[in-house]
């Protein structure tokens, strides 16, 4: 089984930056891919950005592109998540995601709140 624990929500305003971090512990070799989705009120969760441990390899949605990067520190078992140029629609709980052969796993998500 793989823990999650992310960091780093908070309240900005328009056009300001946060970064996330997500920790991962416990089987973190059957780690394959570990990333973000986020869920605004009355929405479905949605993907955000993943990164393919072993390769690097990213997949974003179209409306963080550009605005939002995210890396990985393979020693410390932990994803970033730097967000830039936030919008109001970037409003949501983020949630940080591990994926491999067991299935996934979820952390408790961490509020982002962009004020207009």
């Known amino acids: 089984q793989v823990q999650l624990v992310e960091s780093g929500g908070g309240l900005v305003q328009a056009g300001g930056s946060l970064r996330l971090s997500c920790a991962a512990s416990g089987a973190i070799r059957s780690i394959v891919v570990m990333g973000w989705y986020r869920q605004a009120p009355g929405n479905q969760r949605e993907l955000v950005a993943v990164?393919?441990?072993?390769?690097?390899?990213?997949t974003w949605a179209d409306s963080v592109k550009g605005r939002f990067t995210i890396s990985r520190d393979s020693a410390k078992n932990t994803v970033f998540l730097q967000m830039n140029s936030l919008k109001p629609e970037d409003t949501a709980v983020y949630y940080c995601?591990?994926?491999?052969?067991?299935?996934?796993?979820w952390g408790r998500g961490t509020q982002v709140t962009v004020s207009s």
């Open positions: 990164i393919t441990i072993s390769t690097g390899r990213t």
């Open positions: 995601n591990a994926a491999g052969p067991y299935g996934d796993s």
